[in-house]
Structures are given as structure tokens and as C-alpha cells.
């Protein structure tokens, strides 16, 4: 009887006995003026429109003395001087709990999928800061993504934020798709930001699936929703993977994409005042990135590992979105537009790519097969145009001909199907055999670099050692010179 009562029991804890109402003033493009009501900034408000009997949400944005700026989440149509504005007296909060596995939410967590409402208790804001630095736990155990290059030359720690870079139609949302399917990851919290409406179902159901969706949730704002709810559909993704993080579970969170994300606060930026710094984004832009990203990762409960998608604008690498999350992230991806007009999928760069946290979550054989790999990788491409041109002669340098040699079988290695789902112990059968470096089964394990000591323990080891070595070496030069001491006065008392 008690759980029948709970819902209601919220409802009424939560409800708000007094209104604060205010009445519209001005529309500006897609900033909503007004008189009233009293509110804070993020605040949540409803707008009555009398002219077509609806209502849209809206959330402050800033205040102008004593006008209210507010930005809508839907159509601005009907809306006219003097429709009236009830704050909510609350943040943005999304609806948390085991019933959103399977479900598709907007950006204020309501259900778009058609499958009724979503039964659940409890709320998370939107908003909210990062976890304290001092209690996130160590990113220590091994998170499988199924894609082969990624599982063993930039190998992803539970709690890493990568990012995958890469232009327009290079397969950053297709390899996002195949992690998706394949991660061993408890849940999936799918954020689909300003993606085109087309991409949404062919996501879910080509790519997901039925079985893939049944551990996953998937907050979706396409490109044509208002920038408001472009960009909370972020926060709302994130705010998602904490509720799972905080039951202790291994969270996969894939967001697509950045670029738009930070698109959007452009927009509402500008729409506010702001003034432009960099190729036009506000300060409030760069301010928010570190914020969203800070809050994935570790805490003392569970972890959330994070891929992020960032469409770079030009293939200009050092544009500044770009530049500002590479910056923030465990980790890049880049994915290489030559590579995929060859039909190279995935088209991941394994020289401009790396994961900051690779080597605490790899064995310290896969380490030197991945060394040894890598340089050959390096090798062959610093040769590529001698060895094209036809200008190499095989057994000028035997570290150039085995690169020649490996080359086929690597590029092999590296490529894989998009259906393909590559489990670890083939991963490093295969690159055992590539390298010819004999990788343990103990290294299989999610942790195999458990026992492996850090660096502050192996530079402490090295000055113990040193000091001991320094005392044995005085110990025995004391020795020497006591010995030869003795020796001299016996040789005097047989003198006398």
C-alpha cells in the first residue's frame, strides 16, 4: 500500500503552493522578454498561449533589470504580448530510474517513443557539478568496445572520456554504433545531438536493435529542435549516466556530437548579448565544455566511460572546439578521410590516435606487442613514398624490410566489418601472432595490469636500492681500509 501512494506522495512534496507569474513583453529572434515572473537563472517556467490553447516550456536564460530572458524548448508560434508565465520553482530534472532501459527521451526527459508514460520516482538535475576529484576511484579495469584496433592499440580504462574527431561522413557515427553493440559495459546512455531526424531510427533499430536497446537509453534532440534543447539534451544524457553510475554500475555514455553542443550555446550566446571571441563562439562556450565533460569518469560508486563524437569543422584539427575537448578528454581518436576513401573502415589513424590511460589497463606483453606494432605502423608510413616509387632496396634496413613485409597482415589487423564483433582473446591471438611476442592468457583478464607497480613506487624502490647499494659499497670500502690498516702495523711489529 505504501509503494501505491509513493508517486502521489512525491507529486505533493514536490508541487509548488505558490506561483510566481509574470506576462510576455517581447520576442527577439529566439529570446523571449518579459515582465516577471520572479526566478532564478535555469529555472524552469510554463508560457500560456490563449491563441491555440497550448503551453511551451521555457527556462531562463538572464535577467536585463527588471526583465526576464527566457529561451523556449518548442515553438515559439502563438505566443503574443501578454501571455502569461508560471515558474516552476525548479531547475530542469530528468526522470531516472531502471524503467528508461529501452526507451527513447527529448531533452526534458519526456517519452518520445510512443511506449507511454515512464513510470519512475525519482529526478536528477540536469545541472550539476563534477564529482570530487579526491573520491573518484581508480580507472583500473579494462572496458571492451568489440573494435579491434581500438581494444588493443588504444585500449579504454572503465571511467576514460575519449573523443573521436574527424569531418563530415569519415564514420564517426558508424563507429560509434558498432561500440555501442559490442561494449561490455552494463548500460548504454545514448545522447544524439542535433543529428538529423533520418539518423534516429536508422540508429535504434539498424544499429542498436532490439537486443542493444534493451540495455540502453537514447536522448535524442534533432537538428531542427531549438537550440535550448540542443543543448540541455546534453546535460540531460549525462545527468542519465550519473543515476546508473550512482547504482554502481559500468556506464557506457556515447554522445553525437560536441560540435553541436557547442553550436547551440553559440546561438543562445549571441542571442543573449554575448560578445564573440573565437571564429565567433561566445566565452560561455569554452566555459561549458570542461563542465559537461568534468562531470563522466569515475566516483566512489561506479564509473561512466564516455566517447565522444566532434565533428571538425574544415578537417582543421586545431579549430578551436576541437582543440578545447581534445584538450579536456583521456584520449583521441582520429579518424583519417584518406583511409576511408580507400573503403578502410574503421578509418581510425594509428599514429595521430592515443589513449592517455592505455597502459594501466594493458599487460605488460601486450605492452611490447602494441610497442613493437606501433613502430612498425610508423616505419612503413615514414617510407611510404620510397617504398611506392619503387625507390627502396629490400636490405638497405632490416627494420624497414620487416615493415614491408608485416604490412599486409597489419592492415588486416586494423581493419574490420562494421557487423564484425571482435572478442579480446582474438584480439590478442592476432596480435600475437602479427608481432610474434608471446601474450599470456592471464592478460585476457579485465585487469591485467593489477599487480604492476606505479611510478612513485618504482622510483621509490630505485632510491632504496641505490641507498643500499651506497652502504654496501662504504660497508666494504670500510672493510678494505680496516683490512690494509691491520696489515700495516703487523708489517711494523715484524720490522721491530
Known amino acids: 500500500m505504501e509503494a501505491f501512494f509513493n508517486k502521489y506522495l512525491s507529486k505533493v512534496k514536490t508541487t509548488e503552493t505558490i506561483l510566481y507569474t509574470g506576462h510576455v513583453t517581447a520576442?527577439?529572434?529566439?529570446?523571449?522578454?518579459?515582465?516577471?515572473?520572479?526566478?532564478?537563472?535555469?529555472?524552469?517556467?510554463?508560457?500560456?498561449?490563449?491563441?491555440?490553447?497550448?503551453?511551451?516550456?521555457?527556462?531562463?536564460?538572464?535577467?536585463?533589470?527588471?526583465?526576464?530572458?527566457?529561451?523556449?524548448?518548442?515553438?515559439?508560434?502563438?505566443?503574443?504580448?501578454?501571455?502569461?508565465?508560471?515558474?516552476?520553482?525548479?531547475?530542469?530534472?530528468?526522470?531516472?530510474?531502471?524503467?528508461?532501459?529501452?526507451?527513447?527521451?527529448?531533452?526534458?526527459?519526456?517519452?518520445?517513443?510512443?511506449?507511454?508514460?515512464?513510470?519512475?520516482?525519482?529526478?536528477?538535475?540536469?545541472?550539476?557539478?563534477?564529482?570530487?576529484?579526491?573520491?573518484?576511484?581508480?580507472?583500473?579495469?579494462?572496458?571492451?568496445?568489440?573494435?579491434?584496433?581500438?581494444?588493443?592499440?588504444?585500449?579504454?580504462?572503465?571511467?576514460?572520456?575519449?573523443?573521436?574527431?574527424?569531418?563530415?561522413?569519415?564514420?564517426?557515427?558508424?563507429?560509434?554504433?558498432?561500440?555501442?553493440?559490442?561494449?561490455?559495459?552494463?548500460?548504454?546512455?545514448?545522447?544524439?545531438?542535433?543529428?538529423?531526424?533520418?539518423?534516429?531510427?536508422?540508429?535504434?533499430?539498424?544499429?542498436?536493435?532490439?537486443?542493444?536497446?534493451?540495455?540502453?537509453?537514447?536522448?535524442?534532440?534533432?537538428?531542427?529542435?531549438?537550440?535550448?534543447?540542443?543543448?540541455r539534451a546534453a546535460y540531460t544524457t549525462t545527468a542519465v549516466a550519473e543515476y546508473f553510475r550512482d547504482q554502481g554500475?559500468?556506464?557506457?555514455?556515447?554522445?553525437?556530437?560536441?560540435?553541436?553542443?557547442?553550436?547551440?550555446?553559440?546561438?543562445?550566446?549571441?542571442?543573449?548579448?554575448?560578445?564573440?571571441?573565437?571564429?565567433?563562439?561566445?566565452?560561455?562556450?569554452?566555459?561549458?565544455?570542461?563542465?559537461?565533460?568534468?562531470?563522466?569518469?569515475?566516483?566512489?560508486?561506479?564509473?561512466?566511460?564516455?566517447?565522444?563524437?566532434?565533428?571538425?569543422?574544415?578537417?582543421?584539427?586545431?579549430?578551436?572546439?576541437?582543440?578545447?575537448?581534445?584538450?579536456?578528454?583521456d584520449g583521441h581518436i582520429i579518424l583519417s578521410r584518406k583511409l576511408a576513401e580507400q573503403r578502410h573502415y574503421p578509418a581510425i589513424d594509428p599514429l595521430k590516435s592515443i589513449s592517455r590511460l592505455a597502459r594501466r589497463v594493458t599487460g605488460t606483453q601486450t605492452l611490447k606487442a602494441v610497442t613493437k606494432l606501433s613502430r612498425l605502423i610508423a616505419i612503413y608510413e615514414d617510407n611510404r613514398e620510397m617504398i611506392m616509387a619503387g625507390v627502396y632496396a629490400k636490405g638497405s634496413s632490416p627494420e624497414v624490410d620487416a615493415a614491408i613485409d608485416k604490412h599486409g597482415a597489419i592492415e588486416e589487423f586494423l581493419c574490420q566489418e562494421e557487423y564484425e564483433h571482435c572478442t579480446i582473446e582474438d584480439t590478442l591471438q592476432k596480435l600475437s601472432v602479427l608481432t610474434e611476442i608471446e601474450i599470456p592468457e592471464e592478460e585476457y583478464e579485465e585487469r591485467p595490469a593489477a599487480g604492476r607497480k606505479t611510478v612513485a613506487q618504482l622510483v621509490h624502490q630505485h632510491k632504496e636500492e641505490n641507498v643500499t647499494s651506497a652502504n654496501e659499497t662504504a660497508s666494504a670500502a670500510d672493510s678494505t681500509g680496516m683490512a690494509n690498516q691491520i696489515s700495516q702495523i703487523s708489517s711494523a711489529m715484524q720490522n721491530q
Request: glycine share 12%; charged share 25%; with cysteine.
Open 249 to 329: 554500475k559500468d556506464v557506457m555514455l556515447m554522445m553525437d556530437n560536441m560540435t553541436r553542443f557547442a553550436h547551440a550555446q553559440r546561438e543562445i550566446g549571441l542571442s543573449a548579448g554575448e560578445a564573440p571571441a573565437q571564429r565567433g563562439y561566445p566565452p560561455s562556450v569554452f566555459d561549458m565544455i570542461p563542465k559537461l565533460l568534468e562531470r563522466t569518469g569515475t566516483n566512489e560508486k561506479g564509473s561512466i566511460t564516455a566517447f565522444y563524437n566532434v565533428l571538425v569543422d574544415g578537417d582543421d584539427m586545431d579549430e578551436p572546439i576541437t582543440d578545447k575537448v581534445r584538450g579536456t578528454l
Open 27 to 231: 520576442v527577439k529572434g529566439m529570446m523571449i522578454e518579459s515582465n516577471g515572473p520572479r526566478s532564478v537563472i535555469g529555472e524552469i517556467c510554463t508560457i500560456k498561449m490563449p491563441y491555440n490553447n497550448s503551453t511551451v516550456l521555457a527556462e531562463v536564460m538572464g535577467f536585463d533589470g527588471n526583465t526576464v530572458k527566457l529561451m523556449p524548448y518548442g515553438s515559439t508560434a502563438g505566443i503574443e504580448i501578454g501571455c502569461e508565465i508560471i515558474a516552476s520553482g525548479h531547475v530542469l530534472q530528468v526522470p531516472v530510474g531502471k524503467n528508461l532501459l529501452g526507451r527513447v527521451i527529448d531533452a526534458c526527459g519526456n517519452p518520445i517513443d510512443g511506449k507511454g508514460s515512464l513510470e519512475v520516482t525519482e529526478y536528477y538535475p540536469a545541472i550539476a557539478d563534477a564529482p570530487n576529484p579526491i573520491s573518484r576511484k581508480p580507472n583500473d579495469k579494462r572496458i571492451l568496445t568489440g573494435v579491434r584496433i581500438i581494444d588493443s592499440l588504444f585500449t579504454c580504462a572503465n571511467g576514460q572520456r575519449l573523443g573521436i574527431f574527424a569531418g563530415s561522413g569519415v564514420g564517426k557515427s558508424t563507429l560509434l554504433s558498432t561500440i555501442a553493440r559490442n561494449t561490455n559495459a552494463d548500460i548504454n546512455v545514448i545522447g544524439l545531438i542535433g543529428e538529423r531526424g533520418r539518423e534516429v531510427n536508422d540508429f535504434i533499430e539498424r544499429d542498436l536493435g532490439e537486443e542493444g536497446m534493451k540495455r540502453s537509453v537514447v536522448i535524442v534532440a534533432t537538428s531542427d529542435a531549438p537550440s535550448i534543447a540542443r543543448l
